[in-house]
């Protein structure tokens, strides 16, 4: 269970505080999405999820499983099963997106305590989760992320995702920038990643992404806080209404 | 930002000092008497027994040296360097020039094989990889991959040539080698043993007044290693020379010379170390390789002479003066270099495309950290017709260091349908070092077509963060990326080499980050 408590967060560099008072349950099992306008702190609490040091907590507290996060480093918290998939992914020219693929299960295999793998179990694994996602031989190949459509890029998002097996699963965004073809696709392969052990934080802009991953709980983020709560049926209203009553600014 | 700082605060207290092939070797030494003079250079030539001829042009260069300047133009601070004060040679006593394995004293011997390099003639340099085991890269492909794995399922086996200080000790698989035609010894036995062939290539590549130190070098150079491949002989192994200083305040200046007869083959590599030492010793040596028609030589360089402490202090001063030639035509020479030490590092391995059709190579990864710096990089001069030429640089600078690429791509007039491809990368890490790129181009005929490309890059708070939250520690996280950066030359070292070197990276830069 994820457990976010007062959560206060600003900017290390210029003090600006992006995050005012966040409280938040995800229990196991559960995918809640988190909608909210621009500059309203979406991003910045998935970055602040996954231990960014951009961004400094002043105050309240994040718990996964019960145990405060807060002090770990990112690849601790990887370790201990986080995950963000990012908005923009980034480019590592050089490095085969296989080598990086292996790199990383290696790294939090050893820290969960379970051996590494062999060449041929993780080839074997890779290449099943790959051809669930459309992801070719020749991606798998090819440097991670560079010369990348949007939508590989994506795509290549879950596939880490669903090869490292995270318990909690924060999707930033994962929708923009792609068509209607490319949502389909990732949604469905973070879909099947649902299940009883997991929790899914799915931040979206938009109502469309939300057809795909259909979500038991939709939050409402503004000005740094959670304004409202509801079922999925949230998400409908507010394509409608828009976010001005939460914003206190006309549509 | 957070994460740079951190970077920054590390740096500070990086330890150099860790270089591992730091200690001194106990032995006595014959030295010639401190300073240069005519004398001196007399002194040497007659320590080695060399001919008339080789005196005289020992003597030639020495008064040429003399009216000489040091060269100012690169972008390295250094103290002024005071050639009286040093010692131009310096031999293991009793040594005169290499003997069979049993004779060499065994301090020598335990000291090579304290840095990884056997000279017991059954084992393998390094021993990566046995022979006939697949390549741990194979089907990743490279225009080299299939020649190295040829090599090693073939022989498996690497010779090589010790020069401690200034003489050559021992020059492993001789007679093996000579079986096929090839020449490998010390340029000390070659000039008594085949004095013909030195006396027709020696400075015919890099000539006596060329430049400060290599001129320097032709007058007092001490000892080095002689290549001779004959026509059509592919050389059956890897040749390789390691160098190591030992001495105190003395200078090493070796030469080597390789010579590659129609539609030969051979491979070669250098490996460098020297003592941790609070003064800084002059490194200079003089490498001609010459490549008749048909011909290839494969040059590979790993130079981790020490680079001075954390402060700066000590370390090598190394200025070098490194030029093939491919005089006949489709002749091919490759320059593959790993530059990870020295406080100084001035070299420029270049290639004279003089045959038409022929054609030049230069991958190098230079890395610096702490003080050092390096200014580094190629000439590619096109003289033939259809001469064509690539440059693949890969400049990594950390803490406080400086690392500079200078290259310069020249088409002559006659040299119809030059091409050059020149890629130069530089990466930063942290924020207290630099990378310059100095490209030159000079085309004097119109077909040519020269190609240019560079780019400086940081390894970004954002890719490490990337890396991290996928589980990787954020030292795993930049070798992984710098590995990545340096992958298109790496491709192009001898298979027994790219493990070792893999790894030199990630030692060089230990603590280049939080």
């Known amino acids: 269970m994820l457990e976010i408590k007062n959560l206060h967060a600003r900017i290390a560099d210029d003090g600006a505080e992006i995050l005012r008072g966040i409280d938040l349950v995800v229990p196991k099992g559960e995918v809640h999405a988190i909608m909210g306008p621009n500059g309203s702190g979406k991003s910045t609490l998935a970055y602040v999820l996954a231990g960014r040091d951009d961004y400094e907590v002043t105050e309240g507290d994040i718990f996964w499983n019960g145990e405060s996060i807060l002090e770990m480093g990112p690849d601790e918290r990887a370790a201990k099963g986080v995950f963000l998939a990012f908005q923009y992914p980034m480019e590592i020219p050089g490095v085969a997106t296989m080598t990086f693929l292996r790199a990383a299960l290696n790294a939090v295999r050893k820290k969960r305590g379970l051996k590494e793998l062999t060449t041929p179990e993780f080839m074997k694994l890779v290449r099943a989760k790959a051809a669930e996602l459309g992801v070719s031989d020749e991606m798998l190949k090819r440097p991670l992320n560079v010369g990348f459509s949007g939508g590989e890029k994506k795509r290549m998002e879950i596939l880490q995702m669903s090869v490292l097996e995270p318990t909690l699963c924060v999707l930033d965004e994962t929708d923009s920038g792609l068509d209607i073809d490319a949502i389909r696709i990732v949604s469905e392969g973070a879909t099947k990643l649902r299940g009883p052990d997991r929790a899914m934080l799915v931040i979206t802009h938009y109502q469309r992404l939300l057809n795909y991953i259909v979500p038991d709980k939709v939050h409402i983020l503004a000005k740094g806080r959670i304004q409202k709560t509801g079922g999925k049926e949230l998400a409908l209203e507010l394509e409608k209404s828009g976010y001005a009553d939460f914003t206190g600014k006309a549509a | ?514």
């Open chain 2, 1 to 514: 930002m957070a994460a740079v700082q951190e970077t920054i605060e590390q740096v500070k207290s990086i330890d150099v000092d860790k270089y591992k092939y730091g200690f001194e070797t106990d032995i006595e030494t014959e030295k010639a008497p401190q300073g240069l003079s005519e004398d001196i250079v007399r002194f040497i030539s007659e320590k080695k027994g060399e001919p008339a001829w080789m005196l005289e042009w020992r003597l030639d260069a020495y008064r040429r040296w003399r009216a000489l300047k040091e060269p100012t133009w690169a972008k390295l601070k250094y103290p002024k360097i005071d050639f009286d004060s040093l010692y131009y040679y310096a031999a293991p006593k009793g040594v005169s020039g290499p003997k069979s394995l049993d004779e060499v004293d065994p301090e020598i011997l335990a000291t090579y094989a304290k840095l990884g390099i056997p000279l017991k003639e059954q084992e393998i340099l390094a021993g990566v990889r046995k022979a006939g085991e697949p390549s741990p890269n194979a089907g990743t492909s490279g225009e080299g991959h299939e020649e190295a794995n040829g090599y090693a399922s073939l022989a498996g086996k690497v010779a090589v040539d010790a020069v401690f200080d200034s003489v050559s000790v021992v020059t492993t698989f001789k007679k093996e080698l000579a079986k096929a035609g090839v020449i490998f010894c010390s340029i000390s036995e070659a000039l008594r043993e085949h004095p013909d062939l030195v006396k027709k290539y020696l400075g015919t590549v890099v000539p006596q007044s060329d430049n400060f130190y290599a001129a320097l070098n032709s007058a007092v150079f001490s000892d080095g290693s002689f290549v001779y491949v004959p026509e059509g002989v592919r050389c059956p192994m890897e040749l390789s020379t390691y160098f190591r200083i030992n001495e105190k305040n003395t200078g090493q200046f070796e030469r080597t010379l390789i010579i590659a007869d129609k539609g030969s083959y051979v491979s070669y590599l250098e490996g460098c170390t020297a003592p941790t030492r609070d003064e800084n010793q002059l490194h200079a040596a003089v490498v001609e390789l010459i490549a008749l028609d048909d011909a290839e030589i494969k040059y590979s360089t790993v130079q981790n002479w020490y680079p001075g402490d954390k402060d700066g202090k000590g370390g090598i001063f190394n200025f070098v003066t490194k030029r093939g030639d491919c005089r006949g035509k489709n002749a091919k020479i490759s320059w593959t270099q790993v530059e990870t030490g020295s406080a100084i590092t001035w070299k420029y391995p270049s290639c004279i495309l003089r045959g038409d059709n022929s054609r030049g190579e230069f991958y190098s990864i230079a890395i610096s950290n702490g003080h050092q710096q390096v200014d580094s990089g190629t000439k590619m001069i096109h003289l033939g017709r259809n001469t064509t030429s690539r440059i693949i640089s890969k400049g990594i600078a950390a803490g406080f260091s400086q690392n500079t690429y200078r290259g310069l791509v020249s088409a002559h007039r006659k040299a119809t349908g030059a091409r050059n491809f020149t890629n130069c990368d530089s990466l930063l890490i942290g924020d207290k070092c630099g990378a310059h790129t100095v490209p030159y181009i000079e085309a004097r005929n119109s077909s040519a077509q020269f190609e240019h490309e560079a780019t400086t890059s940081k390894i970004s708070d954002n890719m490490l963060f990337y890396c991290t939250q996928r589980g990787l520690s954020e030292e795993e996280a930049v070798a992984l990326v710098v590995n990545g950066f340096v992958r298109d030359v790496l491709q192009h070292l001898p298979m027994e080499f790219m493990a070792e070197t893999q790894k030199l990276i990630g030692i060089s830069l230990e603590g280049s980050v939080g």
